[in-house]
């Protein structure tokens, strides 16, 4: 049992590239998140799934894309990485319907640096 | 923006009890106050949550008060891996929406 698992967990990148990151949950939650996180500061909603087969924008959506391949599975994906991008994205997952607690399971983190 | 308060920063001497406020004073009737803590630069970890009762758990004991405008977290035996910011969250329990987190309150276990 891995809980969430996020790869990878450091890049560096151009401004201007793409990357994705990936983000599994083997817990069978329903609830899937991507949350950033600067320097010194809280962390920051990106984007949710609900449930396998919808996505909500949080807070800071703006150049970022995000799929929700499978229950399992939740990907984000900057299309065109600026340096204001460069921080600390976190997925987490909760949620299994009747005994949802509304506690949220965190990856260790993908450290991404775009120059 | 989030709509709790936490002081910045406390400090706590190993052994003692550390006791971490929260103001959420416009708190809704269906929404729980949840406690997160983040070791330094790890993903966040779930402590404890509550409605109006309190709550203890193995790591944790929350004390909510009866109004609801305020709670504390209370560890009950302080040690240096409990150095960490620690997050107080409003959220209606059992959803999916959100957390949505501050700037939380770093506290510092001194030996």
């Known amino acids: 049992n891995a809980g969430v698992t996020q790869t990878p967990k450091f890049q560096v990148l151009k401004t201007g590239q793409s990357m994705t990151l990936q983000c599994a949950q083997d817990m069978n939650h329903n609830s899937m998140y991507w949350y950033r996180q600067d320097p010194g500061m809280g962390l920051r909603l990106i984007y949710y799934?609900?449930?396998?087969?919808?996505?909500d924008k949080g807070e800071v959506p703006n150049g970022y894309n995000v799929s929700r391949l499978n229950k399992r599975e939740f990907s984000l994906r900057l299309e065109s990485a600026a340096p204001s991008q460069t921080s600390v994205y976190f997925c987490?997952?909760?949620?299994?319907?009747?005994?949802?607690?509304?506690?949220?399971?965190f990856g260790e983190g993908s450290r991404l640096t775009v120059l | 923006d989030a709509k709790t308060t936490q002081p910045p920063s406390m400090d706590c001497a190993e052994g003692r009890a550390a006791n971490l406020p929260c103001n959420h004073s416009t708190i809704s009737g269906n929404e729980y106050v949840y406690w997160y803590r983040q070791i330094h630069s790890q993903g966040p970890q779930y402590i404890i949550h509550g409605l109006k009762n309190n709550e203890t758990n193995e790591m944790a004991s929350l004390i909510i008060t009866e109004d609801r405008k305020s709670s504390t977290l209370i560890l009950p035996h302080a040690t240096l891996r409990d150095t960490a910011v620690y997050y107080c969250i409003e959220k209606p329990s059992g959803s999916a929406r959100q957390l949505t987190f501050g700037s939380g309150t770093q506290l510092t276990v001194l030996p």
């Open positions: 799934s609900a449930s396998e087969g919808t996505t």
């Open positions: 987490a997952s909760g949620g299994t319907g009747t005994s949802d607690t509304g506690e949220l399971f």
